[in-house]
């Protein structure tokens, strides 16, 4: 089992910045791809940003040019930089990372519990 540990939601005004942070830990033997994804009540999950184990990376449209990612591997730690947030970004955001419990193990799909970010005057 894999948990992951989200920290850095809360409330901005539109135009600020947050920073979320996210530790995974348990049993791991290597985590090819560590993301974010955020949900609004009454629609579906969806991507955010996603990062590999050797930094290939992936925006979603909408937050692109205003949101980074980064991971630390020794730490097992993803980050994501949040500027120029807008109303529309508001929304629980989640962790998820695929994780290998050994060399040969499946990759499986864990997720964090979300924390709340919300964008408003």
């Known amino acids: 089992q894999v948990q992951l540990v989200e920290s850095g939601g809360g409330l901005v005004q539109p135009g600020g910045s947050l920073r979320l942070s996210c530790a995974a830990s348990?049993?791991?033997?290597?985590?090819?791809?560590m993301g974010w994804y955020r949900q609004v009540p009454g629609k579906q999950r969806e991507l955010v940003a996603t990062?590999?184990?050797?930094?290939?990376?992936n925006y979603a449209d909408s937050v692109q040019g205003r949101f980074t990612i980064s991971r630390d591997n020794a730490k097992n730690t993803v980050l994501l930089q949040m500027n120029s947030l807008k109303p529309e970004d508001t929304a629980v955001y989640y962790c998820?990372?695929?994780?290998?419990?050994?060399?040969?193990?499946?990759?499986?799909?864990?997720w964090g519990q979300g924390t709340q970010v919300t964008v408003s005057s």
């Open positions: 998820q990372a695929v994780s290998r419990a050994t060399m040969s193990g499946v990759p499986r799909q864990y």
């Open positions: 348990g049993n791991i033997f290597s985590i090819p791809t």
């Open positions: 990062v590999t184990n050797d930094g290939n990376i």
